[in-house]
Structures are given as C-alpha cells and as structure tokens.
C-alpha cells in the first residue's frame, strides 16, 4: 500500500506531506507543495507533470472541482489514477479512477487530503 496524507497547520498555514510504502513503488507517486498555493500527490499512470499542471491551475485560480475535471476527463486522462489536492487555504479534494475500485481510498476534509492505495495493483495497472 502507498499512503500519502497532505496537511494543512490553521496556526501557521504551513503544509506538510507524508508517504509510506510498504513496496517500491516504481515512480508511480509524485507530490510537489508550492509555497501560498497548495499541495498535490498523484498515485497513478497519469502524464508525468500532471502534480505541476495541478498546482498551475490551481495558482491561476481554477477551483478544486475544475482541476479534477481537467486531470480525469482531458486530455491527460489515465484508466488509473488517484490524487489529492490541498489549497494553502485548507480546501482540499481527491479522485479515484473506478479502476482502482477496492484498491484505493481517500480521506477529505478542511486542513488535510489522504490518498491510499494498493501499489501493487496500480503496477498491475499501469503497466
């Protein structure tokens, strides 16, 4: 399993992320933090550069919503993904390709985003 959790501290806005793996995990997670935007893990097959394009569109002022859309239903669409996005502001939000199914879970809410999901299976995916 690959589980990453991205936080958000309300005293001092800072962000911090986390990622444990129980196997290697291949290249298939990436996180990038951009000071005053936010924060983005992507476990998956998707395009790689997706967490920058994330964070661009998240600094250009897209809302939450819109960037899952763009990352799941444009043009840079995996069958296999799952990833977490955190504004500087506390927002966060997550999407699971129904691919994953079992595989994967997610974890929402104001101050944090988590992502959890079965290595193995997204090797198996993705390969």
């Not at 069958?79 to 966060?92: R, T, V």
């Not at 691919?99 to 992502?115: D, I, Q």
Request: aromatic content about 4%; hydrophobic content about 40%; overall charge neutral.
């Amino acid at each position: 399993m690959i589980t990453t959790l991205l936080g958000r501290c309300e005293s001092t806005n800072r962000i911090a992320v986390g990622t444990v793996s129980d196997e290697p995990i291949l290249g298939k997670s990436r996180t990038i933090v951009r000071a005053q935007i936010g924060a983005v893990v992507i476990h998956s097959g998707l395009t790689l550069g997706s967490e920058v394009l994330a964070l661009n569109l998240l600094d250009m002022g897209y809302s939450l919503a819109n960037i899952v859309s763009q990352m799941t239903e444009g043009t840079i669409t995996s069958h296999c993904h799952q990833f977490a996005l955190i504004k500087a502001n506390g927002m966060s939000q997550t999407s699971t390709s129904k691919t994953l199914g079992a595989n994967a879970y997610e974890l929402t809410g104001t101050n944090y985003a988590g992502s959890i999901v079965s290595s193995s299976k997204l090797i198996s995916i993705s390969a």
